[in-house]
């Protein structure tokens, strides 16, 4: 029987914090369905995290997360005796406590010791840990967006967000607040304006330029569009057809992180748009996740992670254009072709 090497080893321990993408979460099932160490390791750690379920979530800002985690594991010696010590007290009940309240304290106390020694024995780099942890923060987020345009459909005889807008407009000016609609973000923003989606699930937490919005109520209604781009880190689909029924759009593509053509975008509106496409424009993933993948929002509601641009059957890239190549000039007033051509615009 051949010992589980460290990337299956990872591939459980992010199954088991529930980190895993769709198709990760399939090959950890498999995993686990046809090797009895993968079996006898997944259910260990399943036991030994189970009492951090009854913990309140809440967010933890990475600085001190990443400060406490670096000093408990500089003192994590001997990582692989623990954790099997950590393992086998856990299966055995541990140490008998009498307060109820200590006694859950003390179990929650053992499972964080266990994850800490995890850690440090398969995960040197943290940062692997973060980034997973911000893919999926990222999911719930689009998944957010997604509840809060089903609820928009449903206040409106079942259409997708939108303003009046002229086809070929200039869609790469977000937060231009002039009296045409030419941002193609003005449509998503109706879900803010509306208050059907928070603000702050606009802002991928993978990418450290965003800022979450904090206005009030009534400061939401005064603006029509973000009112900055570092607002909303997410790319929004040009949609052909207007009015979109919702019900129509079934599984086509909606949002995804941050297309890369937005960070050759110029700040000054008052200037047309020439940007010239090369080779790493058409081959680069959103920055919002470090150039690893992005995650996509379908029209269905369901939200993946992607370490490629292209989608579906046909394989259409998201990021741009079907008749966009190298070399050629983007004037930021383009419309897809047809409605199999998916482009989030930035």
């Given at each position: 029987m051949t010992p589980l090497d460290n990337p299956q080893k990872q591939l459980l321990f992010d199954y088991c914090l529930g980190l895993t993408s769709e198709q990760?979460?399939?090959?950890?099932?498999?995993?686990?369905?046809?090797?009895?160490?993968?079996a006898?390791?997944?259910?260990?750690?399943?036991?030994a995290i189970a009492p951090l379920g009854s913990l309140e979530i809440e967010p933890c800002p990475d600085g001190l997360a990443e400060r406490t985690i670096g000093r408990l594991n500089e003192r994590a010696r001997s990582a692989q005796v623990q954790l099997e010590q950590l393992l086998a007290a856990e299966q055995s009940g541990g140490v008998l406590v009498k307060n109820h309240f200590w006694?859950?304290?003390?179990?929650?106390?053992?499972?964080?010791?266990?994850i800490l020694v995890l850690m440090g024995t398969w995960f040197a780099p943290l940062e692997l840990v973060r980034a997973k942890y911000r893919q999926?923060?990222?999911?719930?987020q689009l998944g957010h967006i997604a509840?809060?345009?089903?609820?928009?459909?449903s206040d409106y005889d079942d259409a997708l967000p939108a303003v009046a807008s002229e086809e070929g407009g200039p869609w790469?000016?977000?937060?231009d607040q002039g009296k045409e609609n030419h941002s193609n973000t003005r449509h998503i923003w109706l879900l803010v304006k509306g208050d059907y989606v928070k603000p702050r699930n606009f802002v991928c937490p993978g990418w450290r330029r965003g800022e979450v919005l904090r206005?009030?109520?009534?400061?939401?209604q005064d603006y029509n569009d973000f009112p900055a781009r570092k607002y909303i880190t997410y790319s929004f689909r040009i949609i052909c057809q207007r009015p979109m029924k919702r019900s129509q759009f079934?599984?086509?593509?909606?949002?995804?992180?941050l297309n890369p053509l937005s960070e050759k975008l110029p700040e000054d509106y008052s200037k047309s748009l020439k940007l010239r496409l090369d080779e790493d424009m058409l081959r680069l993933n959103s920055i919002n996740h470090n150039r690893t993948g992005q995650n996509v929002l379908s029209g269905d509601g369901s939200a993946r992670f992607t370490k490629i641009r292209q989608v579906g059957v046909a394989e259409d890239d998201i990021f741009t254009l079907q008749d966009m190549s190298s070399g050629c000039e983007v004037k930021g007033c383009e419309v897809p072709s047809c409605e199999t051509d998916a482009f989030c615009a930035p």
């Open positions: 990760e979460t399939a090959e950890a099932e498999a995993l686990i369905s046809s090797e009895k160490q993968a006898e390791l997944h259910s260990k750690l399943k036991s006694m859950k304290l003390a179990k929650v106390a053992a499972a964080a010791a266990v999926h923060q990222c999911r719930m509840r809060g345009t089903d609820q928009y459909s790469w000016k977000v937060a206005f009030s109520d009534l400061q939401v079934g599984a086509k593509v909606l949002m995804a992180d």
